[in-house]
């Protein structure tokens, strides 16, 4: 059974992109149009992996990204941030709203910034869920 990867991006292209890549490598693409229908994927489908982009309206990356890992019940779950935001920007927003809001969010384990050749991609997938 395929591996089911869920990709939370906004952008039509860059979603088929990664959908392309993700079929081509044997892997069941699930899509998310934004944070607000990527939290509820991820509720209703439990993917093994999830592609979150940083900006998107109705629900961003970064706060998808902190309910995800402030969250008992998904916080072991695998996230690759893709996205066009350079970590250090992505980083700052994190300590804000652990200040903010208390508490600490680890670091994603593995951030790509766009645009990545597919290979790039697939390597980071497989250093997660194989």
């Known amino acids: 059974m395929s591996k089911k990867v869920l990709v939370v991006d906004d952008d039509p292209d860059v979603r088929s992109f990664v959908v392309t890549v ?3 490598n044997g892997y069941l693409p699930l899509v998310a149009h934004d944070g607000v229908d990527g939290l509820e994927k991820i509720q209703a489908n439990r993917p093994n992996l999830v592609i979150l982009d940083v900006l998107m309206p109705r629900g961003s990356g970064i706060r998808l990204y902190r309910h995800l890992k402030t969250d008992e019940t998904l916080k072991d779950l695998p996230v ?5 935001i350079a970590l250090r920007s992505f980083l700052k927003s994190q300590k804000v709203l652990d200040e903010f809001k208390g508490g600490e969010v680890p670091k994603p ?5 766009k645009p990545v050749e597919p290979e790039e991609l697939v390597q980071a997938i497989e250093t997660k869920i194989g």
């Open 109 to 113: 384990d593995i951030y790509l910034e």
């Open 22 to 24: 993700l079929e081509e």
């Open 80 to 84: 690759i941030m893709f996205t066009g």
